[in-house]
């Protein structure tokens, strides 16, 4: 997928002491009355925001919006909490109110243009985005998010425009460089995508997604070695994201196993297994290195599991005949699953690959 910037959540910083008192249960918030209250209100919903507990912060929105119902900042705030719980429709109600009471409001016209992305709404998501743009046209953001609709899109070469724009102002801006290689992938030019993604590491040594996709291209530009290179350091940042994870242990293992180094690739085939069980290619990949590596009880152990996850299968009498000659190879040898299961990172593999948002 693309790469988003975040939600703009513009929250009052009010330095005064936080209640010793912890919430344990939800209540219903009164409106506050006086200023001093007020303020602590703000201060309790962005602290609850902050530690995740949106449910409460949701309360203490509606107590100030109670209070001041045409308060744009509020109804934007309230957005943001709904769009972290997935509420999409009262997101969008909330943002639109934003919307309505400042009509010049950018930021709740971005957030609300994410959330039609989100929806799968193209058509929404863009005419708000162009109306902000109409208000602040050189805003990065807002041209990063009109990017994004013309990917989604499928607009390449209008989304190619776009982010070179962005680029060349801010150069720094590695969503930009990232969704560049997005483009360029799709159109299925590799050396420049290669480039942007490079750009992006210039940038952000340690974007784990920008070396997954750069050791993906380099696989299909037959660079094992640097696609080994790139995978090894993926997994070294010990990702938090199992997908992200079990990604780059499968590809390292696509690029062993194009080296001919087939007990490394069998280890970065039983990693991906370990991370994700259902991973129907890397058991193919598994059971075919063990034949080859004379590991005929291995062999047998992915054959088996194979069959009995998938047990409607184009492999089955094939399956059926290794079994029953204990992994001996009979007839045709199975091809391992290759290019076309590269996986290019946690939000899409090579035949859909998709940037950030």
Same mark, same amino acid.
């Given at each position: 997928?693309?790469?988003?910037?975040?939600?703009?959540?513009?929250?009052?910083?009010?330095?005064?002491?936080?209640?010793?008192?912890?919430?344990?249960?939800? =209540?219903? =918030?009164?409106?506050?009355?006086?200023?001093?209250?007020?303020?602590?209100?703000?201060?309790?919903?962005?602290?609850?925001?902050?530690?995740?507990?949106?449910?409460?912060?949701?309360?203490?929105?509606?107590?100030?919006?109670?209070?001041?119902?045409?308060?744009?900042?509020?109804?934007?705030?309230?957005?943001?909490?709904?769009?972290?719980?997935?509420?999409?429709? %009262?997101?969008?109600?909330?943002?639109?109110?934003?919307?309505?009471?400042?009509?010049?409001?950018?930021?709740?016209?971005?957030?609300?243009?994410?959330?039609?992305?989100?929806? +799968?709404?193209?058509?929404?998501?863009?005419? =708000?985005?162009?109306?902000?743009?109409?208000?602040?046209?050189?805003?990065?953001?807002?041209?990063?998010?009109? +990017?994004?609709?013309?990917?989604?899109?499928?607009?390449?070469?209008?989304?190619?425009?776009?982010?070179?724009?962005?680029?060349?102002?801010?150069?720094?801006? *590695?969503?930009?460089?990232?969704?560049? +290689?997005?483009?360029?992938?799709?159109?299925?030019?590799?050396?420049?995508?290669?480039?942007?993604?490079?750009?992006?590491?210039?940038?952000?040594?340690? *974007?784990?997604?920008?070396?997954?996709?750069?050791?993906?291209?380099?696989?299909?530009?037959? *660079?094992?070695?640097?696609?080994?290179?790139?995978?090894?350091? =993926?997994?070294?940042?010990?990702?938090?994201?199992?997908?992200?994870?079990?990604?780059?242990?499968?590809?390292?293992?696509?690029?062993?196993?194009?080296? %001919?180094?087939?007990?490394?690739?069998?280890?970065?085939?039983?990693?991906?297994?370990?991370?994700?069980?259902?991973?129907?290619?890397?058991?193919?990949?598994?059971?075919?290195?063990?034949?080859?590596?004379?590991?005929?009880?291995?062999?047998?152990?992915?054959?088996?599991?194979?069959?009995?996850?998938?047990?409607?299968?184009?492999?089955?009498?094939?399956?059926?005949?290794?079994?029953?000659?204990? +992994?001996?190879?009979?007839?045709?040898?199975?091809?391992?699953?290759?290019?076309?299961?590269?996986?290019?990172?946690?939000?899409?593999?090579?035949?859909?690959?998709?940037?950030?948002?």
């Amino acid at each position: 997928m693309k790469k988003n910037m975040n939600l703009i959540l513009i929250f009052f910083i009010i330095f005064i002491f936080a209640s010793c008192t912890a919430m344990k249960r939800q =209540v219903t =918030v009164k409106p506050p009355e006086t200023v001093d209250e007020l303020k602590e209100a703000e201060k309790e919903a962005k602290k609850l925001y902050d530690e995740g507990r949106y449910k409460e912060a949701i309360e203490y929105l509606k107590a100030l919006l109670a209070k001041d119902p045409k308060n744009p900042v509020y109804w934007n705030q309230l957005g943001s909490v709904y769009a972290q719980l997935n509420s999409f429709d %009262n997101a969008i109600i909330s943002y639109k109110n934003a919307i309505k009471y400042d009509p010049k409001n950018v930021k709740a016209m971005y957030n609300l243009g994410l959330i039609y992305s989100e929806k +799968g709404s193209k058509k929404e998501a863009k005419k =708000v985005i162009e109306d902000a743009l109409k208000i602040s046209p050189k805003n990065p953001l807002l041209q990063a998010a009109l +990017g994004n609709v013309l990917i989604d899109e499928e607009d390449y070469d209008k989304a190619q425009k776009v982010y070179e724009q962005i680029v060349e102002v801010k150069p720094d801006f *590695d969503i930009g460089h990232f969704n560049l +290689g997005v483009i360029n992938y799709q159109k299925r030019d590799l050396k420049n995508a290669k480039k942007n993604y490079e750009d992006v590491l210039k940038i952000n040594p340690d *974007d784990t997604e920008a070396k997954e996709n750069l050791a993906a291209i380099h696989i299909l530009d037959t *660079d094992y070695d640097s696609a080994v290179k790139y995978l090894k350091e =993926v997994i070294d940042s010990n990702p938090q994201d199992d997908i992200t994870l079990e990604n780059a242990y499968f590809n390292l293992g696509i690029a062993y196993l194009r080296l %001919n180094k087939f007990q490394e690739a069998l280890s970065s085939f039983e990693s991906a297994l370990e991370i994700e069980p259902w991973d129907m290619a890397a058991y193919i990949n598994a059971a075919i290195i063990s034949e080859k590596l004379g590991y005929k009880d291995k062999a047998i152990k992915y054959w088996q599991k194979y069959d009995r996850l998938f047990p409607i299968n184009k492999r089955k009498k094939e399956i059926k005949e290794k079994l029953q000659k204990l +992994g001996v190879k009979t007839g045709s040898t199975p091809t391992p699953v290759q290019n076309q299961e590269i996986k290019l990172d946690s939000k899409g593999n090579t035949t859909d690959n998709k940037g950030k948002k």
